[in-house]
């Protein structure tokens, strides 16, 4: 392979990972009522069980 195409996969790789990891961050970094499913409310919550 050229150094063309060493550079072009080194920093395509590396972006991915850059991706990757912020990805990761960003989900870990917030707080659980922040989520949307954390205080989700259904229909069926309401119904009574006989």
Do not use: Q, R
């Not at 063309?4 to 009522?33: P, Q, R």
């Amino acid at each position: 392979m050229t150094a063309a195409g060493w550079i072009t996969m080194l920093l395509s790789v590396a972006f991915a990972w850059t991706l990757f990891v912020w990805c990761i961050a960003k989900v870990l970094s917030k707080k659980a009522e922040n989520l949307v499913s954390s205080n989700m409310h259904t229909p069926d919550m309401d119904e009574e069980d006989d």
